[in-house]
């Protein structure tokens, strides 16, 4: 079973950026499909970007293509989330995912992080 810690939130300016970190303990993070969410207060919890077991493909919510970018050092164990040009609605906690198989929705990932909180002030 594979623990997932993320870091790297905080409170910013808009316009700011941040890296996160999702780091695996546990088990390979190499097996892993990798997603990355968040949730925002009084919404419900939403897909921000996922990355393939090596790398080879990445997805991005709509919201935040083009200022986002999800990447995996597999001899880290860990996934990044580089967020650049930070706006007010991107003020939620991130949580890493990971699942074995390519999951079809959030339900089907099996570990999830407790989360890392971003404030972006405007």
């Known amino acids: 079973q594979v623990q997932l810690v993320e870091s790297g939130g905080g409170l910013v300016q808009a316009g700011d950026s941040l890296r996160l970190s999702c780091v695996a303990s546990?088990?390979?993070?190499?097996?892993?499909?990798m997603g990355w969410f968040r949730q925002a207060p009084g919404k419900e919890r939403e897909f921000v970007a996922a990355?393939?077991?090596?790398?080879?493909?990445?997805y991005y919510a709509d919201s935040v293509k083009g200022r986002v970018t999800v990447s995996r050092d597999n001899n880290k164990n860990t996934v990044y989330l580089q967020m650049d040009r930070l706006n007010a609605e991107d003020t939620a906690v991130y949580y890493c995912?990971?699942?074995?198989?390519?999951?079809?929705?959030?339900?089907?990932?099996?570990?999830w992080g407790q989360g890392t909180q971003v404030t972006v002030s405007s």
């Open positions: 995912a990971a699942s074995r198989v390519r999951p079809a929705n959030q339900a089907e990932y099996e570990y």
């Open positions: 990355i393939t077991w090596y790398g080879i493909s990445t």
């Open positions: 546990g088990g390979s993070i190499s097996i892993y499909y």
